[in-house]
């Protein structure tokens, strides 16, 4: 079994930055992909970011584009997600992600909340 733990959430003002971790643990682990989602109060859950694992090319959801950056290291079987300028609309739940073939594994979360 794989699991997935976020770290980095926390409180900011608008315009600050924060650091989202995702370490991926458990058996050898082989993803296709690796990401973020998000989740607001009363709101579906989103897609904010992914990163192929294999050839690192990413993919951002409109909202995001220009100030969140999603990064890996390999090695630590690790993702981050680097946000910067952050908006009070960016509060949520931000959910880590990863698929492997067959199978797709979730975090448990961590809280992002953005002051205006």
């Known amino acids: 079994q794989v699991q997935l733990v976020e770290s980095g959430g926390g409180l900011v003002q608008a315009g600050g930055s924060l650091r989202l971790s995702c370490a991926a643990s458990g058996r050898t682990f082989s993803p296709l992909s690796m990401g973020w989602f998000r989740q607001a109060p009363g709101k579906e859950r989103e897609f904010v970011a992914t990163l192929s694992w294999s050839g690192g090319s990413t993919t951002y959801a409109d909202s995001v584009k220009g100030r969140f950056t999603i990064s890996r290291d390999n090695a630590k079987n690790t993702v981050y997600l680097q946000m910067n300028v952050l908006k009070p609309e960016d509060t949520a739940v931000y959910y880590c992600?990863?698929?492997?073939?067959?199978?797709?594994?979730w975090g448990q979360g961590t809280q992002v909340t953005v002051s205006s």
């Open positions: 992600n990863a698929n492997e073939l067959g199978a797709v594994y």
